[in-house]
């Protein structure tokens, strides 16, 4: 043997299996990347054929036929039998006159046949040619000489077989995969489940000049149907919005909801690190879901899809009865333990977002096509995606505080009128003495309706205030165990990095080259305790919910709070300012809960304005006839528009590099809502700097 030399990588025999059927786990998705290998062949028309795959059934095959350009033996040789090669990144569009943006591009979705049958056969020809190519290959081969322990065998040693026969037609092209010996069996549910996914290939959005139309055929169920969707079937929704991107101005649309209108509507932001998107959601509300199951039984309300350069991404071509075979890449029905009442769900919308290749270039598909690579612009995109549902989520709650208003008013106007009927009535027999006894009956059953009417208006508001008063234990319940799972993980984590630098400090406390270290360690520890404090006293404060409520004296308060933080102002450089007009007394209310609220939201100025050239910190409250607004402004580094409404949930913060847990407003949303108010992120008081927290409070003088 040589002791200098080279060596080169060579493939054991089973890798076929850790690159088809063990990568690719989904045979709906296997099926889909043939699939769109048809568009990427400039295919108009697919067929996809079901033969014997149901139960007991035997010579089981899966055609898939295409009428695309097709491939020459050369094709076949050098490219579609070599493991990660694909011309598509060389050549991204397909040829004339089509010009298709290619979407497979890794080289190994060829490998998705392994995951649906034993043998495939390919069968193709390009428009011209004399013959047509076949080549067979069986994978039960390659699985067979995997088991074989005599000798180490290869990948590419495997031979397949290959031959050549006449054409009738020289204009005929295309492409057919047979594959026989169906791994599983395929129901009647399964095949119509791949017609509806199959339907969402391509973007309803894409304007094409040249379509792709798919047609499935199941025999033995009696299925032949195209799979084809578009917008039109979404006109039926309640609310929707559509949003675009700027890419010269470097801006996002995102949506808002407008409590003034009634409707969402779309503000522009800076482009977020995932690139521009177009993004397009429609809101179904109960009667609409029920007229859409009516209209399109064979097709789900099943939330958003991601589209690159019109084709589906893969993890999102799905559609599962049971909840818990779904996977919820986006994390949006994860999001109802925190209010079921309120967030949106993807059994109410359908969603676009369309991306491309040169635009959003960092969001990729993960190998295995059952999500995207997990990094930073893939992760704000999520985040991104779900802020939007927030305006959607504020029209429910607009909706249903609409629809009680309005049956209070229409009840409340009926006793009116009848109380106007029944003066008028009184009136006429006064003026009219001779008609009093004939009038007299009238003027009693009018009476009687119209207490019939108080009673109803009496017993709607009771409903009412006990429907909120469970509707608000419910959530409480609901928080409180999202919480306490969050609780468990943050209590751990802290107290893991504290154990951390107690096991530094006993090995090498006092050594004085460690001194910066130990300093830093010891702040370090110093922080994790106050947030890990702030968590359990919050805790405990559900525990005291029924605390007596009490007279208290606002401004009092305010003022006492702020003289609590003087030393901190102090020693950050902080100018206070508290402008508070006059005397604010509050009537049977929680001291508390005031405490917890402005508390949280100076601790979270105090980071904001770390790096400020000029620190302020601004409390101001406004009076008026029935309510009560507090101000709480800074000059810091501000929140985003786009996630004015996001920073209330859980964990979500802005202030991250600072220290921020993402804690404190979280709990100022809960106080406030248990106060019957309402906290908004507003336009700042100091104008392009800065964050201006409102608070609106029910207040009668």
Not at 357 to 376: C, L, Y
Request: glycine share 4%.
């Amino acid at each position: 043997m040589d002791k200098n030399g080279s060596l080169k990588w060579r493939f054991d025999v089973s890798t076929f299996r850790l690159i088809g059927r063990d990568l690719i786990t989904d045979r709906v998705t296997a099926l889909f990347e043939l699939v769109k290998n048809c568009y990427d062949a400039n295919a108009d028309e697919v067929t996809v054929l079901f033969e014997n795959v149901g139960l007991g059934k035997t010579n089981s095959s899966i055609y898939i036929k295409d009428d695309g350009i097709g491939m020459s033996f050369a094709d076949i040789r050098d490219k579609w039998m070599v493991i990660g090669t694909s011309n598509k990144r060389s050549n991204p569009l397909t040829p004339e006159p089509y010009k298709r943006k290619c979407v497979g591009e890794k080289g190994i979705g060829r490998f998705a046949v392994d995951k649906l049958g034993d043998k495939v056969n390919i069968i193709t020809k390009q428009e011209k040619a004399e013959q047509w190519l076949s080549v067979e290959i069986d994978w039960e081969a390659y699985y067979n000489q995997s088991t074989i322990n005599e000798e180490i065998k290869l990948f590419t040693d495997i031979e397949n077989h290959y031959e050549f026969y006449d054409a009738d037609e020289l204009n005929a092209h295309g492409t057919t995969l047979k594959i026989t010996n169906v791994r599983e069996i395929w129901l009647e549910e399964d095949i119509n489940r791949f017609v509806s996914e199959a339907s969402k290939l391509v973007s309803p959005l894409a304007n094409m000049s040249y379509p792709m139309t798919i047609k499935v055929v199941a025999p033995e169920y009696n299925i032949e149907k195209l799979a084809t969707k578009s917008l039109d079937d979404v006109n039926i929704a309640t609310i929707y919005f559509s949003l675009g991107f700027d890419a010269q101005g470097k801006t996002q649309d995102a949506a808002y909801f407008n409590e003034d209108t009634g409707k969402i509507d779309v503000r522009s932001i800076p482009m977020k690190s995932f690139g521009g998107i177009k993004m397009k959601v429609y809101f179904f509300d109960e009667a609409a879901r029920r007229r859409y199951r009516k209209d399109f039984p064979n097709n789900q309300i099943d939330g958003i899809k991601i589209y690159r350069d019109n084709i589906i991404t893969t993890p999102f071509a799905e559609n599962e009865s049971e909840d818990d075979k779904k996977r919820d890449v986006l994390g949006i029905d994860k999001r109802l333990w925190m209010n079921i009442f309120d967030r949106v769900s993807t059994r109410e919308i359908i969603g676009v977002v369309e991306i491309t290749k040169e635009g959003n270039p960092m969001i990729i598909d993960a190998t295995n096509r059952q999500d995207f690579v997990d990094n930073e612009q893939y992760r704000e995109l999520k985040e991104f995606i779900i802020t939007q549902l927030d305006s959607i989520e504020n029209f429910k709650k607009y909706i249903r505080k609409e629809k009680r208003k309005k049956s209070n008013n229409t009840l409340e106007s009926a006793g009116d009128e009848i109380q106007n009927f029944i003066s008028s009535v009184e009136s006429i027999a006064q003026k009219n003495p001779n008609l009093k006894d004939s009038l007299a009956p009238v003027v009693e059953q009018a009476k009687k309706t119209g207490n019939v009417v108080k009673t109803a208006i009496k017993e709607k508001k009771e409903a009412e205030e006990e429907f909120a008063r469970k509707e608000n234990i419910y959530m409480s319940i609901m928080s409180l165990q999202e919480y306490a799972i969050h609780i468990t993980h943050a209590i751990r984590t802290t107290l893991n990095k504290i154990r951390d630098r107690i096991e530094y400090f006993n090995m090498f406390f006092p050594d004085p080259s460690e001194e910066e270290i130990f300093k830093r360690y010891a702040k370090e520890m110093y922080f994790e305790f106050l947030n890990a404090n702030k968590v359990i006293d919050y805790m405990l404060s559900y525990s005291q919910s029924n605390l007596k409520p009490e007279d208290i004296a606002l401004d009092e308060t305010i003022r006492e709070i702020f003289l609590e933080y003087k030393p901190l102002f102090i020693s950050n450089g902080i100018i206070p300012d508290v402008v508070i007009p006059e005397k604010i007394m509050l009537r049977n209310t929680r001291r508390q809960f005031f405490r917890d609220i402005l508390q949280n939201l100076l601790d979270n100025s105090i980071k904001a304005v770390k790096d400020a050239e000029k620190k302020i910190i601004r409390c101001s409250v406004v009076v008026g006839r029935d309510q009560l607004e507090i101000l709480l402004s800074d000059t810091g580094n501000g929140i985003p528009a786009d996630k004015r409404e996001w920073v209330f949930g859980i964990y979500n913060t802005t202030t991250q590099e600072q220290g921020g847990a993402g804690i404190g407003l979280y709990i100022v949303k809960t106080r406030v809502d248990s106060l019957k108010g309402k906290v908004s992120v507003v336009d700042s008081e100091f104008g392009t700097i800065g964050t201006t927290i409102k608070i609106e409070l029910p207040f009668k003088k």
